[in-house]
């Protein structure tokens, strides 16, 4: 079965970049379609970025669009966020997901990582 460990994430000023790392293990990454989702304090898991199994497309939530960066690296087994010019509004625990259903992540087939802490203050 696949294991997701993230990593990365810590506590920053406002304006500062900070990537975060996902380490598949179990299974070979090139399998799973990945994604990034996060859970701001109080509030509901929502979607931030999602990479297709080949690697070929990105989508993201429109708040991070141009600011964040989804991608992977099959050769390490591992999948990365890189953020640039964080804001409070993107503190939040953040999940790795994978899906090993399609070419293209579905929220409702993924598994789940542990998460990382982002804490971004001003």
């Known amino acids: 079965q696949v294991q997701l460990v993230e990593s990365g994430g810590r506590s920053v000023e406002a304006g500062a970049s900070l990537t975060l790392s996902c380490a598949v293990r179990?299974?070979?990454?090139?399998?799973?379609?990945m994604g990034w989702f996060r859970q701001p304090p109080g509030k509901e898991r929502e979607f931030v970025a999602a990479?297709?199994?080949?690697?070929?497309?990105?989508n993201y939530k429109e708040a991070v669009n141009g600011r964040f960066r989804i991608y992977r690296d099959d050769a390490k087994n591992s999948m990365y966020l890189q953020m640039n010019s964080l804001t409070p509004d993107d503190t939040a625990v953040y999940y790795c997901?994978?899906?090993?259903?399609?070419?293209?992540?579905?929220?409702?087939?993924?598994?789940w990582g542990q998460g990382t802490q982002v804490t971004v203050s001003l």
């Open positions: 997901a994978a899906d090993g259903s399609s070419n293209v992540l579905r929220p409702t087939r993924v598994t």
């Open positions: 179990g299974r070979t990454i090139r399998s799973y379609a």
């Open positions: 990479i297709t199994r080949t690697g070929g497309n990105t």
